[in-house]
């Protein structure tokens, strides 16, 4: 306690100076001193600790040049486990309640003494005074093996329409504030092109209507797009996709392989920028968003089209014997395109 009350003195004082950047940056290293003078062999993290440097990566840019004790990684995955926590409290005290094990046992044995589906069993268990829902039935149904010529059927189908297939889907963020943000987007499958990406913290049918109009502002070239079951797809927003001249394809429940495209963008977006920064707020993320989309699509090349970018990249040649390659910075330097640039030239 002593130790957080010296911190906080010097930390006050140092902010009526002129310089409130530099009062940041030496409370954030008397906070650090204040750790190595225990007398332990290794400093010892409390959760005070934690909470301090990841409300100061919220509030100050710089707050990575004054880390010294732990990496910057580090301080991201604090976040990440606090997120957890949050939502995990919080659901003990507001979510919806499991249903008994016999009940669980029952779908089950219905499901296998008669082969019904999920209207049914609910159905019988409405009868017996089983007070459940059809969704919950059907969470507990006994999962039958993939059809293997259905599966063929499908990947020949995408084959076959791979120039006229799109697919759309959303993606959940955690905020600093443990708040949950959500990213829409448009994929094209045949050259893996961001079509069209946005962020918002309220998802409505209408929002994603709005967006679907940015995305095909003309007549659109595809003739499929790609959906999963979420809610918020259904009625209206399937009904101005077939307005579009476009066919909506719902995949079947259980099956996001089926929009195999559009979760292999959400995997990557994750792994390549979203693993590595801790979002503040819903600009900052439509910010991030919007320079790694145009990175994906001018600058990274993608195995699947050939080793080129989804706009396409042209090879070009040395100019000169004196030309050097440089790297050029992207998505805040988190990724790198590289050019061929001849001082000679540029002097």
Not at 186 to 208: K, Y
Request: overall charge positive.
């Amino acid at each position: 306690m002593f130790r957080w009350l010296t911190v906080l003195t010097h930390f006050a004082r140092a902010l009526f100076r002129s310089r409130p950047g530099l009062a940041i940056e030496n409370g954030a290293l008397r906070q650090q001193l204040a750790l190595f003078k225990e007398k332990r062999p290794r400093p010892r993290l409390r959760g005070a600790d934690r909470a301090f440097w990841v409300l100061l990566r919220r509030f100050w840019p710089g707050w990575a040049n004054a880390l010294i004790i732990v990496k910057p990684e580090t301080v991201v995955r604090w976040h990440r486990a606090g997120f957890k926590s949050y939502w995990r409290r919080k659901s003990r005290r507001v979510g919806r309640p499991r249903i008994a094990p016999d009940i669980r046992a029952l779908v089950r044995r219905m499901a296998s003494e008669n082969d019904w589906g999920a209207p049914k069993i609910h159905a019988e268990l409405l009868k017996l005074g089983h007070d459940v829902s059809e969704r919950t039935v059907s969470r507990y149904l006994p999962r039958k093996p993939a059809d293997p010529d259905a599966i063929e059927r499908w990947k020949t189908f995408l084959r076959n329409h791979r120039d006229a297939i799109g697919g759309m889907d959303f993606l959940t963020v955690p905020t600093a504030t443990f708040n949950v943000l959500y990213v829409f987007f448009v994929i094209d499958h045949a050259r893996r092109r961001i079509r069209h990406a946005n962020v918002t913290a309220h998802p409505s049918a209408a929002w994603v209507i709005q967006q679907l109009r940015e995305a095909f502002p003309f007549e659109s070239s595809l003739r499929y797009l790609i959906l999963d079951r979420d809610a918020i797809f259904q009625g209206r927003v399937t009904a101005a996709i077939k307005n579009m001249g476009v066919k909506p394809k719902l995949i079947s429940y259980r099956s996001p392989w089926q929009n195999g495209v559009a979760e292999r963008w959400v995997a990557t977006l994750r792994r390549e920028l979203l693993d590595h920064v801790v979002v503040l707020n819903e600009k900052h993320l439509r910010r991030l968003v919007a320079e790694y989309v145009a990175y994906y699509n001018e600058d990274r090349c993608h195995c699947s089209v050939g080793k080129d970018a989804p706009v396409s990249r042209p090879v070009t040649a040395k100019p000169s014997t004196t030309a050097k390659v440089v790297a050029l910075p992207r998505v805040g330097g988190l990724h790198h395109r590289y050019e061929w640039r001849d001082d000679r030239v540029a002097a």
